[in-house]
């Protein structure tokens, strides 16, 4: 060694920037079937090649290959189908509605429509999501109404949260969706402590944390972690790798980790990773890491490889910090049309029939958009009333609070 | 009755609490198989088992985290930090999760946890195991903050916040978990059995959040205090013979306002005693109120004395909160102004 040498810091950059050429080439990407499907108590330490590769099941034709495969009816991928294109046509018709001032916000899903869509399909009613931002799909393919979800993000008289979130954080236990949190991972640990909660009373229900690639950086990813491999509590841990945070590339949050899923490695967590933009292959993981959960074996970290298409928000330009191009270059295609593809390689579907639902769809989606105006826009029509503004605080009004209701008169 | 010290009383809180209610559960670091660093839940696992009382990761923002978790399911947990000095890394979880969770979701889910932590000084812990953070709860919407004087207080006051449907805040002052305390560092530390508020019914009972006490009644002149700045204003009034008359705050938020109104209306005058640093302290809120509230009977300005604005020392830890002393010479110069 040399005395005295002078260090540099590693400040690691993506491979390209705007006006750059997408380059995938460097991301490995496994045939799909070529992943081994374990048995779901399987140690694991003798699975922890799959925190490294990619499971898959939609090759190039459009077959569903290899041992995840079948985990779905053909009904059941048709189910899955009109879920993720109800909720593009939702996002397309939502951020549509921003532009025209209607509301201040709104997150679009494009390109990641089969992580939290197929995801769903592997829940029981009572179990618990702990979602972040983008994971509406569950609402949608969980049979939520979607003038609800409208109401919410135009803040209007009917919003069930009152006007008090910002929009797109929704909330409902019914449907087992927990109330979004602005602040980032919070959510990962509460998911934890709730399956914990679950096994304490020896109920059957289990949980799911949802957490994004960058996000993983939180304390709050590691806190959930450690607590969920401690108690081994009947939770699916979820990252969403959609390879940016915001305009940060997703290796400043994984460091030399190598993977996201690797980082359940080191607290002895099953850990896979799967093509997130593979309806049938999400289910299986899905599905896999929930029997996990449920036969109480304990929790499962599960990385979902995927692309963010659109800007991380409204407020967001990617144009600013990546290819234009870079999203018609992410190698593991469209989860859309690759599902559609699929339906129809096995006959069960046709470009004609995709067409008339695809019509359908926005039609019940303009439907449900209009109910939803009905009740008020952010800046026209019904609003949430003062009044509900000082409710809610607490279970019992404080008399602080009545003090200061009575102060702005209502 | 039985006598019991404060930390005994708390104990016995939890120990009600879980007897009652199978929801109850109590985990933190140290608190399982060990009782807690000061015995708070001593015998609470032997007895009710290890998945209702257990040891935490040392990982606070992990225990309010998973606690928050739990009560969305249903169960109503109460968790120890350590000390109140460690609550820092969990600060996100109470402040901006546990505090909304029910009016973000009007009121879908809710966060009925109980966060016990050891607060103040007085034990030679330094900086950081001495602070008093209670203003950086209070200005929270959507928590409740609870600071008992003395074990009969702990005892009911802990018993309510764990069956409060929202977060309680629970600030135990180390001081007091073993006897009083008359502000004189240098005198042998008295037992809580020889004071009436040392006798604590076994069985269940509470004192509701949001109540404050006279401690001492007076005529001259207010003192509002709370935690271990009540025993050392109660003996201030006794060593100086000022007719004061000392309240014992108990919950701070919410706040008992009547019950300090009317104490000021009627001496016309008002002292704040509080061992947290004074600048943006909680003592600037009481004054406010007060002055708010009593201006036209008020003979002088509202006075505080609180811990001075600097990190808290070791070796001076008797010089930096208030005794008896420094809060004598502030009443004589109220009573004088």
């Given at each position: ?315 967001d330009d990617p144009s600013a910090y990546r290819p234009k191009e ?85 | ?50 998945t209702r009382c257990f040891d935490a990761p040392i990982n606070e ?97 802990l018993i309510a916040s764990i069956e409060n449907p929202d977060p ?170």
């Open positions: 060694m040399t005395d005295g040498q002078r260090l540099s810091l590693h400040v690691p950059e993506p491979e390209v920037r705007p006006g750059g050429k997408p380059d995938f080439s460097n991301v490995p990407i496994p045939k799909a079937g070529s992943v081994r499907r374990p048995e779901v108590d399987v140690d694991p330490k003798e699975i922890r090649d799959l925190a490294y590769s990619i499971i898959r099941v939609l090759d190039r034709e459009g077959e569903a290959v290899g041992p995840w495969a079948g985990s779905l009816t053909p009904e059941e991928l048709m189910e899955g189908l009109k879920h993720m294109m109800l909720l593009r046509v939702f996002d397309s018709r939502m951020l549509m509605a921003q532009r025209q001032g209607k509301t201040s916000f709104y997150m679009q899903h494009l390109g990641e429509e089969a992580v939290s869509c197929a995801f769903r399909k592997a829940l029981l009613p009572g179990d618990m999501n702990f979602p972040t931002y983008r994971q509406a799909g569950l609402l949608i393919a969980g049979g939520y109404p979607m003038v609800e979800m409208m109401n919410q993000i135009y803040s209007n008289d009917a919003d069930p949260l009152k006007g008090r979130q910002l929009p797109i954080m929704y909330s409902s236990k019914e449907f087992g969706f927990f109330t979004i949190s602005g602040n980032l991972a919070t959510q990962y640990v509460q998911a934890v402590g709730w399956a914990m909660a679950s096994a304490i009373k020896n109920d059957t229900k289990i949980a799911a944390a949802w957490i994004g690639d960058g996000s993983t950086a939180e304390s709050d990813f590691h806190s959930a972690l450690v607590f969920a491999s401690t108690y081994r509590a009947p939770v699916v841990l979820n990252v969403v790798n959609n390879q940016w945070a915001i305009s940060t590339f997703q290796g400043v949050a994984r460091g030399g980790s190598g993977t996201f899923a690797a980082r359940g490695l080191g607290y002895g967590l099953p850990s896979l990773r799967v093509d997130g933009n593979d309806y049938l292959a999400v289910h299986a993981v899905a599905k896999w890491a929930a029997e996990r959960a449920r036969r109480n074996i304990g929790p499962t970290l599960v990385e979902y490889v995927t692309y963010r298409v659109g800007a991380h928000s409204t407020s870079e999203s018609e270059a992410w190698p593991l295609g469209d989860p859309v049309i690759r599902l559609k593809n699929h339906l129809i390689r096995i006959g069960a579907w046709s470009e004609e029939r995709h067409k008339q639902m695809e019509a359908e769809i926005r039609d019940t989606v303009v439907a449900a958009q209009k109910e939803a105006e009905r009740h008020g826009t952010l800046h026209s029509g019904g609003r949430p009333s003062m009044r509900d503004m000082f409710e809610g605080v607490y279970a019992e009004m404080p008399p602080h609070l009545k003090r200061q209701r009575q102060q702005a008169g209502v | 009755m039985p006598r019991m010290t404060m930390i005994e009383a708390i104990r016995s809180a939890m120990d009600v609490s879980m007897e009652r209610d199978d929801d109850v559960v109590v985990f933190g670091e140290d608190v399982g198989y060990f009782g807690g660093v000061f015995r708070g839940t001593q015998g609470l696992q032997q007895k009710y088992g290890k923002s992990g225990i309010v985290g998973a606690a928050i978790g739990m009560a969305a399911y249903g169960l109503k947990p109460c968790v120890e930090i350590q000390f109140a000095d460690y609550m820092y890394p969990a600060y996100d979880q109470l402040t901006q999760e546990a505090a909304r969770l029910r009016y973000r979701s009007n009121g879908d889910f809710t966060c009925g946890i109980t966060v016990r932590m050891p607060t103040g000084g007085g034990i030679f812990g330094g900086q950081t195991h001495s602070q008093s953070p209670e203003a950086l709860f209070t200005h929270v919407c959507g928590l409740q903050v609870v600071v008992p004087s003395n074990p009969y207080d702990a005892k009911g006051l309680v805040i629970f600030l135990e002052p180390k001081r007091l978990y073993n006897g009083p305390f008359d502000g004189h560092h240098d005198r042998p530390v008295t037992s809580w059995a020889g004071h009436p508020l040392g006798e604590v019914p076994a069985e269940h009972f509470v004192v509701p959040l949001g109540k404050a006490v006279v401690r001492r009644p007076g005529s001259a002149v207010t003192v509002l205090a709370y935690g271990t700045m009540v025993h050392v204003a109660e003996a201030t009034a006794e060593e100086t013979g000022i007719d004061a008359e000392v309240i014992d705050l108990r919950t701070l938020m919410p706040l008992d306002l009547d019950t300090i109104v009317t104490s000021v209306k009627k001496t016309g005058r008002c002292l704040v005693v509080h061992e947290a640093t004074l600048t943006s302290g909680f003592g600037a809120e009481l004054a406010a109120l007060v002055q708010e509230h009593c201006f036209y009977q008020l003979e002088a300005p509202v006075i505080r004395v609180a811990g001075w604005d600097t990190p808290y020392p070791h070796a001076q830890e008797w010089d930096y909160f208030p005794g008896p002393a420094r809060v004598g010479r502030a009443l004589r110069d109220l009573m004088e102004a």
